[in-house]
């Protein structure tokens, strides 16, 4: 099942897709306000989320698609978000290819321990519609698309989409530069839904597309079946040793990167598409 977070003034509403209507479970069960209260219930339940969901479908809550479009923010609301980097080859050439020390990053893709890091805080992150940022003190800024894995207490719940915003000149200085490259205001959008059913996270199509005054300036394809680690590998070493909080988002590598003499601009729409998600439409402005 596909879950949207809608806004809605001071209070939010959750609402799922079934593949063939939109419900808002909100109205049918006021307390279900979030995909966490969904979680937290079934938690308590010890049932599937989707089977609580299920309960709550009404056909008196039926919703139109553009009610949904119009409304739709960050559909889970993680209390860290993390990431994990040169997961997909063509990651750990851009890498390379962008800093003073490029061995390093083959070490890490050729690795038996992957790379984790914290990338961003429920202040930094945004949801689709919404705006992404690149540094003003940073010359080269790309978007990273990457299927994000949904954790609650530390075990698997679902999938969303994720961009890791990232400042490459800056990373490619120094490595020690990273946490400047990847974590600061608006760094980082998740959405526009978190799916529950995906059977094979490894197998799915994705997309990219930069537009810039009307006219696309990059567009590139591939497949999560091309990252050389597996979603749980990437959640056993991001669990191993670390207290996880209850709700968070694993962001599983950078899939797809623009040349090198790209940069985003201010006013720059990004696109993510990832198949059976949906579409993660974010534009950019400078912070």
Known sequence: MRYYQLGNGDTGRLVVSTGESLYDLT????????F???????????RPPDDVATRHVDAEHELAPNEVDAARTVPVHADE????GVTYQISEAARREESD??????????????????????SRTVGPGEEVGIRGDSEWDVPEPELGIVLYDGRTVGYTIGNDMSS??????NPLYLPQAKVYDRCCAIGPSVVTDIADPHSLDL????????????????????????????????????????????????????DDGFTLRENDEVDIEIERIGTLHNTVTTV
Request: glycine share 4%; with cysteine.
């Open 101 to 122: 020390t490029p061995d390093m990053y083959l070490d890490v893709y050729d690795a038996d321990r992957p790379e984790i890091f914290l990338k961003s805080t429920p």
């Open 168 to 173: 490459r000149s800056i990373e490619g200085q």
């Open 36 to 46: 966490r209260d969904l979680l937290s219930a079934a938690s308590v339940a010890e």
């Open 81 to 84: 978000v993390w990431a994990a």
């Open 207 to 258: 997309s990219m597309t930069i537009h810039r005054d009307g006219e696309c300036v990059y567009s590139g394809e591939t497949n999560t079946g091309e990252m050389v680690r597996t979603c749980e590998e990437l959640v056993d070493c991001y669990t191993a040793h670390n207290a996880v909080p209850e709700l968070a988002v694993l962001l599983t590598g950078t899939s797809l990167v623009p």
């Open 27 to 34: 109205a049918a069960k006021p307390r279900l306000q979030s």
